[in-house]
């Protein structure tokens, strides 16, 4: 009867924060061959295919060699991914659409792509503006209840949309501001207003919208983060979006 391996000490380990920008108790985990192949069916199943150099690449290599050291074995499965799986997601703009991967709840990978039908072809109208980057935040990060530095944030991304430093009544600005101040204070999780409720279907809701730039971003971000207690901007949230977006409207430029 063969006896399993032992496992080596996990301090040589590739874990997932040194491969994605991702915090908490996730960071320390090592990559698993099981997370690895999660996130490979979860890419075909979205995309049609793995996607070069995304997520599930990266995690299959970083989990060969975890498994080669002897620190994880080939079924072994991350408890934070078995828990909270993973995710692709892609929110669908004007010619292009943005791909969103999370591993145990926190996004790991966003970027944009050329729709199928403009593949080969860049223009102007390909940029992401600002309530597009609004509606891909309710698909990654949805569920998460409004806090006062989510509305803090949309109100700066609002204002920075529309040119307008007045927040727009019965705009998304001031939805999320009496989200947040709802949510402060109800008990229950399940009746707190959720960010998706907010920000899908963003763009429609927007008087004005533009394409989202790096000085948008910044200002963003330091309203989210000024407003929450850690002094960070959420994973996938309303700061990392319109980054996300600023950063590829700069590369498709």
């Known amino acids: ?103 145990g709840g926190q996004v790991v990978e966003q970027y944009s792509e050329p729709t199928p039908v403009e593949a080969g072809r860049v223009s102007r109208e390909s940029a992401i503006t600002i309530g597009e980057a609004l509606e891909a935040t309710a698909q990654t990060v949805g569920e998460k209840p409004v806090s006062l530095s989510d509305a803090t944030a949309i109100m700066a991304a609002e204002t920075r949309a529309t040119g307008n430093n007045v927040v727009t009544p019965g705009g998304l600005g001031a939805m999320a501001q009496s989200a947040a101040a709802y949510n402060a204070d109800c008990r229950r999780l399940e009746d707190k207003v959720k960010l998706a409720d907010v920000l899908s279907g963003a763009t429609a809701k927007l008087p ?38 600023a950063r590829l409207n700069q590369n498709v430029m």
């Open 1 to 103: 009867m063969s006896q399993e391996q032992p496992r080596r000490p996990q301090d040589g380990a590739i874990k997932y924060g040194d491969v994605f920008n991702v915090s908490g108790d996730l960071a320390k985990k090592p990559v698993a061959p099981e997370d690895a192949a999660m996130m490979q069916s979860a890419e075909t199943r979205v995309l049609g295919r793995t996607a070069p150099g995304g997520a599930a690449s990266v995690m299959q290599s970083a989990a060969t060699r975890n498994e080669q050291a002897g620190v994880v074995g080939h079924g072994d499965v991350t408890d934070v991914t078995g828990d909270r799986g993973v995710i692709v997601s892609e929110t669908k703009v004007p010619g292009r659409r943005i791909i969103t991967e999370a591993v």
């Open 208 to 245: 004005a919208d533009k394409e989202a730039t790096l000085e948008d971003a910044e200002g963003v971000a330091n309203a989210e983060v000024r407003n929450n207690p850690n002094a960070t901007a959420t994973p996938g949230g309303v700061a990392a979006s319109v980054a996300a977006a």
